[in-house]
Every structure is written in C-alpha cells, then in structure tokens.
Nanobody, 119 residues
Framework: QVQLMESGGGLVQAGGSLRLSCAASESIFSFNAMGWYRQYPGRQRELVARLPRGGSTTYSDSVKGRFTISRDNAKNTVYLQMNSLKPEDTAVYYC?????????????WGQGTQVTVSS
C-alpha cells in the first residue's frame, strides 16, 4: 500500500515561508505525477501545484510565483516551498501521488498538514 507522509506545516506570519515535505513509501518514479492540494474548511480540495513525471509543472494562479514544487528522487520525497505566505493560504495541505491509467486512475493522499498564516 502506498503511503505518503507529510511534514513541515505550522504557524507562520504573513510574508514568511514554509517548506512542506512529502515522503513516499516507494520510488516517486512509479507515479505518473506528484502534487500538492489544499482544502479550506467546508470547501472542496483544490490544486496547488502538480509535477508530472515527464511534463511541465502546474500551479494555481493564486500561488504562482510564490510556491515551488520540487522532488528529490533519491529520498522519494516531494517538496512544496511556500514563500510570501498570505492569510488566505491558511488551509490543510495534502500531498498526492497519481498512479494507474486514464481508465483506472488512482490517487493516493497524505494525511494532511495544517498551514496557518497569521496577519
């Protein structure tokens, strides 16, 4: 079973930075893509950043220029560097790993890590 272990969340002042980590239980080469999503209370989970195995990165407009997704294949780890944080970035952040095919897609999720940005 694929497991994703997230860390790095916490409390930070507006304008500050955090670095989220997502350690996978297997090689990230085995996934079609890795990504980060966030969820506000009472709202649907939304894309923050996505890093396909062989494609270009995708960022939501709200974080473009501030957040950066990256990977360390040797450590089976994906990162989300978050700079210039805003109070509206406050949410639970989830790591995602995509596997399977178009006909049988499979997405694995981390447990979520809370990010709180104070004014």
């Amino acid at each position: 079973q694929v497991q994703l272990m997230e860390s790095g969340g916490g409390l930070v002042q507006a304008g500050g930075s955090l670095r989220l980590s997502c350690a996978a239980s297997e090689s990230i080469f085995s996934f079609n893509a890795m990504g980060w999503y966030r969820q506000y209370p009472g709202r649907q989970r939304e894309l923050v950043a996505r890093l396909p195995r062989g494609g270009s990165t995708t960022y939501s407009d709200s974080v473009k220029g501030r957040f950066t997704i990256s990977r360390d294949n040797a450590k089976n780890t994906v990162y989300l560097q978050m700079n210039s944080l805003k109070p509206e970035d406050t949410a639970v952040y989830y790591c995602a790993a995509e596997k399977g095919t178009d006909w049988v897609p499979r997405t694995y999720w981390g447990q979520g890590t809370q990010v709180t940005v104070s004014s």
